[in-house]
Every structure is written in structure tokens, then in C-alpha cells.
């Protein structure tokens, strides 16, 4: 079993995620003991969003690293821990809505794939990057 960062690597989907985490300075954290749940956009998701945005972002370390702490919770939260809650707070600090009506969302995206364990917690994959308020 490979850690946050490997596992992310390995799937292949994740390209534009790993190279933010990569630039936000993320990667020695996200590989660290954890444990952590991460809900990850695929490179899908970040082509969904502005023309411009990912390259700005890419720019502004600060503002970067609060869109990505904001896709991580502390802790092993699995999939039906998740549809326990409501809500949960971010290593980024706000707190991410989450409705269980139909399918599970966090804030405005779709989780697609649940639980893929990693060595320091788990990812569930989203269909759409996720903004702090």
C-alpha cells in the first residue's frame, strides 16, 4: 500500500492535483503519517473550471495551498463515516458541506470512487475542485 501523494501518482487521473500539491509545497505533508482524507479532484474536474484559473493558482502559492487544504480533513474519515455527517471541518480551516441526498456530495461536487487506502489515510475521489469561501 503507497501513501496519499504515491497512491495519487499511480491512478494516473490525478495529474493536475499532484503538480499543485508539488507546487503548494504539499507533498512531504500529504506523504507524512496522517492521517488524512483527501477529496481529490481528477484532472477532469480542474479542466471544468475557468480558462486561467489553474495557472493563477499556480502562481499564488498562499491562495494555493488554501484550495488544497481545503480538499483535506483530518483523519480516516471513510465513506460510511461520511454519510454520518453534515459537514466537516478542513486542514484549511472552513468547514465543507457535505449532503447524502442523493449520492454524496461535498460542496457543490460529486464524490465518484470512495475509500482508496492509502498507508496515512484515504481519497475519495470528486468530480468538481472545491472552493473556500
Known amino acids: 500500500m503507497k501513501n496519499i501523494v504515491e497512491t495519487a501518482i499511480e491512478a494516473g487521473s490525478?495529474?493536475?492535483l499532484v503538480a499543485a500539491v508539488k507546487a503548494a509545497g504539499l507533498v512531504e505533508t500529504l506523504s507524512?503519517?496522517?492521517p488524512f482524507t483527501v477529496f481529490a479532484p481528477t484532472d477532469?474536474?480542474?479542466a471544468k473550471l475557468?480558462?486561467?484559473t489553474v495557472e493563477g493558482l499556480l502562481k499564488d502559492k498562499k491562495k494555493l495551498t488554501a484550495v488544497?487544504?481545503?480538499h483535506v480533513v483530518p483523519?480516516?474519515?471513510?465513506?460510511r463515516d461520511v454519510l454520518k455527517l453534515r459537514s466537516a471541518k478542513t486542514v484549511q480551516g472552513q468547514e465543507i458541506t457535505i449532503n447524502t441526498k442523493s449520492g454524496v456530495m461535498v460542496d457543490n461536487a460529486n464524490v465518484t470512487k470512495t475509500d482508496i487506502e492509502c498507508t496515512n489515510g484515504v481519497i475519495h475521489v470528486i468530480d468538481s475542485v472545491i472552493l473556500p469561501k
Open 44 to 46: 477532469a474536474a480542474f
Open 32 to 34: 507524512g503519517p496522517g
Open 14 to 16: 490525478f495529474k493536475t
Open 50 to 52: 475557468p480558462s486561467g
Open 68 to 70: 488544497l487544504t481545503y
Open 75 to 79: 483523519g480516516k474519515v471513510m465513506a
